[in-house]
């Protein structure tokens, strides 16, 4: 997990790069994954798009997708599932 924190940020340019480095600062270990993602959308992501995706999981249903289709539709919004 702390793989995948360095691997990300790497990639954060401008605002998201300030922002990871002062949080960074924070921590007497590496951060893991959950702490740089809960940050992440803390930052990012306003409250309630995140409750609007939650509630998108809630209901989601595959219909007529695919199962691929389903597959990506709900790790995408996995992310935001209590």
Same mark, same amino acid.
């Given at each position: 997990a702390a793989d995948q924190v360095e691997v990300i940020q790497i990639q954060l340019t401008d605002v998201a790069r300030t922002w990871w480095l002062s949080e960074e600062a924070k921590y007497k270990e590496p951060a893991t994954w959950k702490q +740089?993602?809960?940050? +992440?959308? /803390?930052? +990012? +992501?306003? @409250?309630?798009? &995140? =409750?609007?995706?939650?509630? !998108?999981?809630? @209901?989601?249903? &595959?219909? /007529? =997708?695919?199962?691929? !289709?389903?597959?990506a539709e709900f790790t995408r919004l996995s992310r935001f599932a209590p």
């Open positions: +740089f993602t809960d940050g +992440f959308y /803390d930052k +990012f +992501f306003p @409250k309630i798009a &995140q =409750r609007e995706m939650r509630e !998108q999981f809630m @209901k989601l249903k &595959q219909w /007529d =997708r695919t199962v691929d !289709q389903y597959a």
